[in-house]
Each structure stands twice: as C-alpha cells, then as structure tokens.
T-cell receptor
C-alpha cells in the first residue's frame, strides 16, 4: 500500500527566510504524481505545486520549489522569501497515474509558522 | 465563483440523527471525491465517482455512509445514525481532464 510520511509536525521560519518541508513516500508504482497542498486556517485545501514522477526536472512555482529524489522516494518543498501569508498546514500527497484509481493519499501535515 | 461548492459549511447534530452534505463540483469535472479530515490529520479518502458511477469506496465508508452522484453532476454524502466519532470535516474535491484535484471548503460536522 502506498503511504506518505511527513516527519515534521511543526516548522517555524522568519519572514523573508527560506524553509524546507520534508516528505517521503512509499510505492511500488513507477508512474505517479506528487503534490504539495496548503491549508490555511480558512480550511480550504489549495494546490501549491505538483510533480510528475517521470519528469527529472524539479517543479517550481514562483517562491515554491521541490527537490524530487525518485530513487530515495523523497519530495521536499522549499519556500523562499517566506511571507506571513505562507503560514498554514502543508500536506504532501501522492496519486497513482492512470487507471480508475484517482484518489490522493495524504501525509499528516506540517504546520508552518512565519515569524515577523 | 466556479470552484467546488459544499453545503452546509457547518452542521451540529445529535447522536443518532441523519445528516446529508451536498457537493457541487467544478463544471464539467467528471471525477468527484469525498474525503474526511479530523483535527491534526491529513484528509482520508472515502469514495470516488467518475460521472455517476461510484468506482471506489474506502473501508472507512461504513454501512451508515452512502454517497450518490445522480446524473454525474452534484453529489450527496449521507451519514445515518450519526456517532460522535463521525465528527470531522468532510471535504469534496473534483478533477477534470487534467491532473489536479481541486477541493471545496469542506463541511464541518459536530455530533453531540
């Protein structure tokens, strides 16, 4: 069974600094997607960034980038120039590619605090 | 707003009562998901629809839970004979032809 592990329950970063959130996963599939979702106190889950497993190039979205290590099954999120609005729960998620199965498997999340 | 819409946003019910949540996915999204999230945890998959067909159900979806998606548009999630352990946020999400799953704001259930 696929699993997603986030080993950091809480992280803190100073405004304008950089922080990295860790995620590891376990799967026997070769084709899959990985995602980072942000859930602010309003509770709506918002997609931050996604990575296709077949792509070697790490995904980037403005201040957000990932370090995808397929062999190590690691998928960390780097937030540069942290802003107060980045404070939220961050969830790493996995989805297998194709087939009828399309559900996301989530980690337990990392609570990110941003200090002014 | 053309995002995923859920209602009611909050529901307080007495143990033993039935509750129903509604989800309106993004227009033309043929895939619809229900998840449950408890405090301090990530969302857990409950069930998945492709159009009107319910293709997958989690073991978390006990006999007291039923989900429907008539005509492949909106979906309902009904919980019968609610228990205190059912207290959680119920998230709906949808996906179209792309790879991204979009979430609604969730429906909070408190069973007292």
């Amino acid at each position: 069974a696929q699993t997603v592990t986030q080993s950091q329950p809480e992280m803190s970063v100073q405004e304008a600094e950089t922080v990295t959130l860790s995620c590891t996963y376990d799967t026997s599939e070769s084709d899959y997607y990985l995602f980072w979702y942000k859930q602010p106190p309003s509770r709506q889950m918002i997609l931050v960034i996604r990575q296709e497993a077949y792509k070697q190039q790490n995904a980037t979205e403005n201040r957000f980038s990932v370090n995808f290590q397929k062999a190590a099954k690691s998928f960390s999120l780097k937030i540069s120039d942290s802003q107060l609005g980045d404070a939220a729960m961050y969830f790493c998620a996995y989805r297998v590619y194709g087939g009828s199965q399309g559900n996301l498997i989530f980690g337990k999340g990392t609570k990110l605090s941003v200090k002014p | 707003d053309t995002g995923v819409s859920q209602n009611p946003r909050h529901k307080i019910t007495k143990r033993g009562q039935n509750v129903t949540f509604r989800c309106d996915p993004i227009s033309e999204h043929n895939r619809l998901y229900w998840y449950r999230q408890t405090l301090g945890q990530g969302p857990e998959f409950l069930t998945y629809f492709q159009n009107e067909a319910q293709l997958e159900k989690s073991r978390l979806l006990s006999d007291r839970f039923s989900a429907e998606r008539p005509k492949g548009s909106f979906s309902t999630l009904e919980i019968q004979r609610t228990e205190q352990g059912d207290s959680a946020m119920y998230l709906c999400a949808s996906r179209g032809k792309g790879d991204t799953i979009y979430f609604g704001e969730g429906s909070w259930l408190t069973v007292v």
